[in-house]
Structures are given as structure tokens and as C-alpha cells.
């Protein structure tokens, strides 16, 4: 029966990765909201591997945290090992990634969200959503009971339609055991909502005391946890250790003796799946060169046997499965407790979202999280966090928080997927960005505190601390620019030992500090004043100083890019009209409606000379517009 179950500000629709940051920051932000799930034993569920971060994710992490999201935090508390990954590179690459205890990262979200102020939880499934007037209104559940709302997020990720495959077994169903969500698919068609199809996969889960640990390296933890929230002060934990193994030639015979029956290459599944996120079928089949693979053995949590086969993601049948673990060294009596399976399900395509994350043709409605096209729990709450204060503006009439490429991380993810596209789960990566060594991971904090305590997400206590590290870090490179190192016997040696070549003039300490093998810590004994600063205080000095010639040249390249990006585009400008444009970029412009000059020179099929002609007639239209004042 139809009744009115509730009204509110913000609904939000999936307590994923997303969905928790849209409904915390509607809620953070003062909105009466509701976060509806199918099941609230599966908030923040992790389906895949239960680790947070990892290249280019982990910076996705650091820039939620710094805007006030909750990832990080999450994290800090449920992790079980922490890595800085990629040392031996430039601190652009540097990236956290952390295992966590699966259950224990879902309990403290869920917690996080009960606790919070003006956040209803409810477990339902929406199987409607409601548009009055060209705007979003509210949703239907399946018991029939109506909520209305101002503002509706659809944070549905992998459920909608999801089919499970494994290899000629397939049923309808949601990752994990769980139900998959039929009916929304149908409305938001109705809507006019394009749809596509994608799909993912997931490894087998096996049984610890099955596999020889022995017979493979051990990964342990870095033995300083460096905190993924700027928040956090210090981390110590008793670290489980991962396990590293190959697969070799004889999995991949017994891989490529039963491609024949792996849906991924008998057609079985339509939908298209992570390029970087391969099954192993495909790393078997795309690097048939590779006369092995990595596999990561990780635990799933503290208190289980059940451990993670990072890297043999797969849907091949069951007793394949099987066969193909036990050839890898360690696993010869290998039991599996959870089968490894694909998954296809409906997502939007995101060309038809606003760089807000608001659906073009209905107002009020935001999207965010895999339904997006993406892939990823980090992608998803990044997303998920600017959705959730984008709607908080929508009601409140402000302008909308749209990060560019040389601000976040987050702004490369959205501006990519609105502006191109994607056609398989997109997957941030630090390749993506263009500006890498300005938006590094270590630094987060000092591109974005500011924004989120404007937004209000965070708090008067957090900024000044912020603004504390902010002045220790300007403080103390004046300092060392002031500092002069003697050239005494003793730095004439130091020098020696370092292979660097010394002057009898002396030198400035800041001089010292751009050598690269010279490091802050070392250079102590020649520094006698010094005073006793924070480790992320030092951290930012070393790579400030060290890289400032490139951090200048990325900055000049990012002046050129914000003239453009500065150049905004009138919303109802009528490409029809504009005569010299080639048919393809008056087609994409009018699909896409570009915010900028900028955005407009990213859509594929929009020339050079197509922004020149853009750039002329926005010029004749203002000018037309300053006579007729
Ligand atoms: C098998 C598998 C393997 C994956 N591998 C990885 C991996 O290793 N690493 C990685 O980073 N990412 C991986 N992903 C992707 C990752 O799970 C997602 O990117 C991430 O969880 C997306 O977050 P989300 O918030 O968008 O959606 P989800 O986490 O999927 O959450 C969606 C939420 O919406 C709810 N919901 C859906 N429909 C409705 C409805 N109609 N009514 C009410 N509630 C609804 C669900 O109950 C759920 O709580 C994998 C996903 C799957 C399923
Ligand atoms: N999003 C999806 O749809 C989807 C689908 C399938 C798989 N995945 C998952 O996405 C993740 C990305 O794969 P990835 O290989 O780039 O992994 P990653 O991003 O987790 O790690 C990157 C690199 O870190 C190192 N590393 C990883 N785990 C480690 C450990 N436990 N100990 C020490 N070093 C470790 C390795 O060098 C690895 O290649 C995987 O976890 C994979 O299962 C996602």
C-alpha cells in the first residue's frame, strides 16, 4: 500500500562507500537526511579486497579526509597492515594503502552513521524514484511506502539488474550472497535515465590453515603506520603480515584448457569489465608472454581463516577454480570457503551529470559511487562526498563545489568521467592527472583544509591545528634559507661520504636541502639551532624545497590551464547557433554543456579550432551584451 512514510531534506539511496559520505555530509552539513539501504548489515561493505588506498586511491582518500570525509578515519581504526607504496619513486607516486579487518571497517562506519545527528538509517529496497516538475521528490520502497525529500543521491553501486556468474552458473543477485535491486532500473528509464551495462569480478576467498605459507615471501607492514586522516595522531597496532606467490606455466594450461567455458570469452556476459582490474583468465590470454603472475595472499581480518587471492579474480567454474589454485606454489591443498564470481549490473552512463554530480535533465537528483561508471570503494566515496555537499548547496541556493584538475585528485575523477565518459569502470590512477606533483598525497591537507572548513565540514579546532603545520612549514624554509653552513673540515668529510661536490664558500642550509642526497635529518650536526618540529612539518619542507623548480614549472602550467578554465560558458548558450563549429563538436558541446572554455577543450571531438571559433563568438555575445546595456 502507498502511504507517506517520511519526509526529508536529502535522501540518500545505498550505504556503500558512497552513499555513507553523501549521507554524513548532508547530515554533517545541518539536512534532515535519510540514508535507505537493502541491508543494514552490509553498510560499507568492501565485496572485493578489504584494503583501502593503493596507487592514485590512496590520494583520493587523503583528499576526502582533508575535505571532511570519513574514509580515512574509518580506516585508521580498522586496519590490520599499512604500506606506503612506491618509496623507491618521486613523492608524487608515494601512495597509503592499508588492509582492513572486513567486518570491523563496516561496524565503525555503521556506528559513525548512528551516531550522527540529523541521519536516519532504514533498511529498504527503492524500487521508484519520484520527479515532479522536471525534480527529484522523493522514492518509493518496495513495501510501497513513499519518502519525500528535497533532494534524492542514488549511491546504488553494483546492484542494480547484477547478475552472478560463475563460469556456466549464473543467477540474478547482488555481490556477496547479497539480494541485487531489480525494480530501479525501470524508473530511471522511464526518467530518461541512459543506462549501461558493466561488470566486475572478484578472487576466491580460501581457508588459512589450507595454504603453506612457507613456500611463500612474507609482506609485512611498514614499521611506521603513517595515518591515511590528517586527524589521526598515531597508529599502533599489532600488524598481520600478507604473502606473495606466482602463478606459473601450469596454471596458466589449466587457465587456457577451460577458456572455452569462462563467460568472459564465450559471450556469456555482455557487460564490460575494469581494464585494470584483470581477470586471470585475461592476464593469461592479454600478457601471454608473462610466464608468471603476483599473487598476494591477504588476511580478510583479525579474527577469521578466511584470507583474500588478490590478483586470480576469475569466473570460470567452480571445479576449475579449484584446479587452477592448487598448481600455485603454497596452494597445492588449497580449500576454498567463498567461490570467486563476476558480476554485471546497470550503471548511468555519467556524460548526462553536471560536474556537481547532478543529473542534467532532472534537477535535485545527484548520482555518485560505481552507478557512475566507476570502480573502486575510494572512487566511490569521493564521489560520494561532493555529491552530499553539492546537494546541501542545491538547497540552500549556493554555488556547487567543483574541484578542477589542479586542486584534487577528485577533480580529475569527476571532470574525466562528465566530460568523456567511460566505457568500462573507470579506476583512478596517478596517470590520469596531469598536475601529479602538486596534488600529492603528503599534501592533501594544504589544498583542501580550507575548502572544507568554508563548506563546514570542518571544525574550528581541526583548521587551527591546520593552520598551526601551515605556518611551521613557511617558517621554517624562511629559516633555512638563513642558515649558513661553515665549509669546515667536518662538511668537507660529510661531503666526501656523499659523493657531492663541495665549495670553500660556504653554503645556505636551504642550498644543502635541494641536493637530493642530502636529507634534512642528516644535516642536524650542521644546524645546531634548529628547532624540534612534527615529522609532517619536516616532510613538507624536504619536498617543497627539493622540487620546487618542478613545482614552479607545474604551477606556470597550471596559471595557462585555469585561463581557460576561468572563461565560464553561459548554461543555455545555443551551439546551433554558432556558425563555423564542425557538426561532431556542435553535437558533443550541446550533449556535454561544458562549464568552461577549459571543459570544453576535454570533450573528445571538440578541436583546437572549434574552441577558437567557441572563444570568437563568446567575445562578439559579451561585447553584443555591453552595448545593449
Ligand atoms: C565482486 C566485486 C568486486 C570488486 N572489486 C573491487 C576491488 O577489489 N577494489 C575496489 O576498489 N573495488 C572493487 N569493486 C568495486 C567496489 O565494490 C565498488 O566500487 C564500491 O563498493 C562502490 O561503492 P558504491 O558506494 O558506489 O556502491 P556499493 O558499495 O555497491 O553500495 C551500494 C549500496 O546501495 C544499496 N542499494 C543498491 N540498490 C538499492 C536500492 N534499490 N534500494 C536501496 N538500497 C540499494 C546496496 O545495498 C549497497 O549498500 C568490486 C565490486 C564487486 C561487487
Ligand atoms: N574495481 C573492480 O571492479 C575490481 C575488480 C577486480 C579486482 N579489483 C581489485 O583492485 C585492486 C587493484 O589491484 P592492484 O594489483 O593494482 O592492487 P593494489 O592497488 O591493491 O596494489 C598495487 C601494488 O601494491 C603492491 N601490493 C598490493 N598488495 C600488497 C600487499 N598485500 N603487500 C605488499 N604489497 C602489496 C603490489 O606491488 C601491487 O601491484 C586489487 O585489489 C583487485 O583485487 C577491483
Redesign the pocket.
Known amino acids: 500500500m502507498t502511504y507517506i512514510a517520511g519526509e526529508y531534506d536529502i535522501i540518500v539511496?545505498?550505504?556503500?562507500?558512497?552513499?555513507?559520505e553523501s549521507a554524513l555530509a548532508g547530515a554533517r552539513l545541518g539536512k534532515k537526511t535519510l540514508l535507505?539501504?537493502?541491508?543494514l548489515d552490509?553498510?560499507a561493505?568492501?565485496?572485493?579486497?578489504p584494503?583501502i588506498g593503493g596507487t592514485g586511491?590512496g590520494h583520493l582518500v587523503r583528499e576526502l579526509d582533508a575535505l571532511g570525509g570519513e574514509m580515512g578515519k574509518n580506516i585508521d581504526k580498522s586496519m590490520i597492515q599499512c604500506k606506503m607504496l612506491n618509496t623507491a619513486k618521486g613523492p608524487a607516486v608515494h601512495s597509503l594503502r592499508a588492509q582492513a579487518d572486513k567486518l570491523q571497517y563496516q561496524k565503525e562506519m555503521k556506528q559513525t552513521l548512528e551516531k550522527q545527528e540529523n541521519l536516519h538509517l532504514k533498511q529498504?529496497?527503492?524500487?521508484e524514484l519520484l520527479v515532479e516538475n522536471g525534480k527529484a521528490t522523493g522514492v518509493v520502497?518496495k513495501t510501497g511506502a513513499v519518502f519525500q525529500a528535497k533532494a534524492v543521491i542514488l549511491?546504488?553501486?553494483?546492484?542494480?539488474k547484477a547478475r552472478i556468474v560463475i563460469g556456466d552458473t549464473s543467477y540474478d543477485g547482488?555481490?556477496?550472497g547479497?539480494f541485487g535491486?531489480n525494480?530501479?532500473s525501470g524508473s530511471l528509464r522511464e526518467l530518461g535515465v541512459r543506462l549501461l551495462r558493466f561488470k566486475?569480478?572478484?578472487p576466491a576467498r580460501v581457508d588459512k590453515r589450507s595454504v603453506d605459507f612457507s613456500k611463500m615471501t612474507i609482506q609485512e607492514g611498514d614499521p611506521q603506520i603513517v595515518p591515511f586522516s590528517f586527524e589521526t595522531e598515531k597508529i599502533d597496532i599489532d600488524q598481520l603480515p600478507c604473502y606473495l606467490t606466482y602463478t606459473n606455466e601450469k596454471t596458466h594450461q589449466v587457465i587456457r584448457d577451460n577458456l572455452h567455458r569462462s563467460p568472459l570469452f564465450s559471450g556469456d556476459i555482455e557487460g564490460v569489465g575494469p581494464r585494470y582490474?584483470p581477470s586471470i583468465e585475461d592476464k593469461v590470454v592479454r600478457f601471454s608472454d608473462k610466464p608468471k603472475h603476483q599473487i598476494f595472499i591477504e588476511p580478510e581480518g583479525r579474527d577469521t581463516y578466511e584470507m583474500y587471492v588478490q590478483g586470480m579474480?576469475s569466473s570460470l567454474p567452480e571445479e576449475v577454480q579449484l584446479k587452477m589454485l592448487r598448481t600455485v606454489e603454497g596452494m597445492e591443498n588449497v580449500e576454498i570457503m567463498r567461490l570467486a564470481?563476476a558480476?554485471e549490473y546497470d550503471n548511468i552512463d555519467p556524460v548526462q551529470l553536471k560536474p556537481s554530480l547532478e543529473f542534467k535533465s532532472v534537477d535535485h537528483l545527484f548520482f555518485?559511487?560505481?552507478?557512475n561508471g566507476?570502480?573502486?570503494?575510494?572512487?566511490?566515496?569521493a564521489q560520494?562526498l561532493i555529491a552530499g555537499i553539492n546537494a546541501v548547496k542545491k538547497l540552500e541556493g549556493t554555488v556547487p563545489l567543483i574541484l578542477d584538475r589542479s586542486q584534487a585528485y577528485i577533480g580529475v575523477l569527476i571532470d574525466d568521467i562528465v566530460t568523456k565518459g567511460t566505457l568500462e569502470p573507470y579506476r583512478m590512477m596517478t596517470s590520469r592527472a596531469e598536475y601529479r606533483l602538486i596534488l600529492r598525497q603528503d599534501n592533501a591537507d594544504l589544498r583542501l583544509t580550507k575548502i572544507g572548513y568554508d563548506i563546514g565540514l570542518i571544525g574550528e579546532e581541526r583548521y587551527q591545528k591546520f593552520q598551526i603545520k601551515e605556518r611551521a612549514v613557511q617558517d621554517e624554509i624562511e629559516r633555512v634559507k638563513k642558515v649558513m653552513v661553515k665549509p669546515t673540515k667536518e662538511l668537507e668529510a660529510f661531503f666526501a661520504g656523499k659523493n657531492s661536490t663541495f665549495s670553500k664558500k660556504g653554503f645556505t642550509l636551504y642550498e644543502l636541502l635541494k641536493r637530493p642526497e642530502m636529507g634534512y635529518f642528516e644535516l642536524e650536526k650542521f644546524d645546531p639551532d634548529r628547532p624540534k618540529l612534527p615529522i609532517n612539518v619536516i616532510e613538507q619542507v624536504e619536498i617543497q624545497i627539493k622540487y620546487e623548480g618542478y613545482i614552479k614549472k607545474q604551477w606556470s602550467q597550471v596559471e595557462q590551464f585555469k585561463k581557460l578554465e576561468r572563461r565560464k560558458i553561459p548554461e543555455n548558450l545555443d551551439y546551433e547557433k554558432i556558425s563555423g563549429l564542425r557538426t561532431e563538436a556542435r553535437q558533443k558541446l550541446s550533449k556535454i554543456r561544458p562549464i568552461s572554455v577549459g571543459h570544453a577543450s576535454r570533450i573528445s571531438g571538440v578541436s583546437p579550432a572549434d574552441i577558437s571559433v567557441l572563444l570568437v563568438h563568446m567575445e562578439n555575445f559579451r561585447r553584443r551584451e555591453k552595448t545593449d546595456e
Open positions: 539511496v545505498g550505504a556503500g562507500h558512497a552513499g555513507c535507505v539501504t537493502m541491508n552490509s553498510i561493505l568492501m565485496p572485493c579486497n584494503n586511491k529498504y529496497e527503492v524500487t520502497v549511491a546504488t553501486g553494483t546492484y542494480l547482488g555481490p556477496n547479497l535491486a525494480e530501479l566486475t569480478g572478484t582490474c579474480s564470481y558480476i555518485a559511487g560505481q552507478i566507476t570502480s573502486g570503494y575510494e572512487e566511490a566515496a560520494g
